[in-house]
């Protein structure tokens, strides 16, 4: 009798086992069909060469993987994101438009209540979320600052490069500049991280506040050097450089460094317009976390440094609906960093 109920559950399992991967491979089929011949255009709203573009390129061929349709990059750079992120809002419910976005250029855009703005975040369709974006205080190495407190003792305003008001960037310059009591200047109008870091190599200007990864390449060049990392625990990809929490700063000030610490959660987003065909916005999230998942993806990203610490498409969702409830004071942070000239 033993015996019977041992091999009955043996075959239970390779039951159910067998019907779940025959439902997985009926799914992955459904979004093949839907997708067959046709091509999805990913928006990245900054211009080639920065860290976004980078990440949307790395991952662009495993959503042809899962989806079976060509991607096409589409960069949209201009009014510090703004440009893309409205045009993706624009783009067609069809399933054939999605975007990569800064999670906190869009909610900081939105609760600045800036005029650019033409989209509500809330009914963006969140597809995933590819990584954190914890940001770093970095400079020249060949400048006159070499660390933070070099830069906490200078007779001057620092010129901080940024890509526009409406920029992640932006806020983080802003946020740090509160939290520590750094005098700055906000220098506009460059068209990616890449075009700041060759300013900041010239000269031109003193430094930028960035997200980590973008940074990377050029720290281990020799080229830059982090000064702050913006979270309140130390990176391990940094070890030596310090953090918010290292600085002892007044109770008055943490919730600054707190607020920086999680808005970098919120990470390179993954939206489709609002309004997007249920039935496709279920496919395109099903096919990102699957190329999300990908070992091969997770291998290239691992190469070319790039982090992956990827979130669901409802877990994204709720992540930017709490970020949007900040605290007053940091609303008005926020608001104030978009007013800078």
């Known amino acids: 009798m033993k015996r019977i109920s041992t091999i009955m559950g043996i075959f239970f399992l390779i039951t159910l086992i067998s019907s779940i991967q025959l439902t997985t491979a009926l799914a992955q089929s459904d979004i093949m069909d ?38 096409v990059i589409v960069n949209i750079p201009g009014a510090g994101g703004l440009n893309g992120m409205n045009t993706l809002w624009k783009a067609k419910g069809d399933g054939l438009t999605i975007g990569l976005i800064s999670g906190l250029t869009a ?12 989209f509500d975040l809330k009914n963006f369709a969140w597809l995933g979320r590819i990584s954190p974006t914890p940001f770093v205080f970095a400079v020249s190495s060949s400048g006159q600052f070499k660390s933070i407190e070099d830069v906490l003792k200078a007779d001057r305003p620092l010129k901080i490069g940024t890509t526009g008001r409406g920029n992640a960037i932006t806020v983080a310059a802003q946020m740090t500049s ?64 310090p953090s918010f929490g290292d600085l002892n700063l007044p109770k008055d000030k943490l919730i600054y460094a707190e607020s920086m610490s999680y808005f970098g959660q919120l990470g390179r987003l993954l939206a489709g317009p609002p309004k997007l065909d249920k039935k496709m916005e279920n496919h395109l999230k099903s096919a990102i976390w699957q190329a999300l998942s990908d070992p091969d993806y997770l291998a290239t990203t691992k190469k070319f440094e790039q982090d992956v610490e990827p979130l669901k498409g409802d877990a994204s969702h709720d992540l930017v609906i709490r970020t949007l409830n900040a605290p007053p004071e940091i609303q008005q942070i926020i608001k104030d960093a978009f007013k800078q000239e």
């Open 178 to 241: 509160e939290a520590i009591g750094m005098d700055i200047k906000l220098i506009l109008g460059f068209n990616s991280t890449a075009e700041i870091f060759v300013s900041i190599m010239r000269g031109d200007i003193d430094g930028v506040t960035t997200v980590r990864d973008t940074v990377l390449s050029q720290v281990r060049s020799g080229l830059i050097t982090p000064v702050l990392y913006l979270d309140m625990q130390k990176s391990e990809i940094f070890p030596e450089t």
């Open 107 to 118: 909610v900081s855009n939105q609760m600045a209540g800036l005029k650019g703005v033409k």
């Open 34 to 71: 839907a997708f067959k011949g046709k091509k999805i255009k990913f928006i990245v709203h900054y211009g080639p060469g920065g860290g976004y573009d980078s990440a949307a390129r790395t991952l662009a061929p495993f959503i042809e993987k899962y989806t079976g349709a060509r991607v």
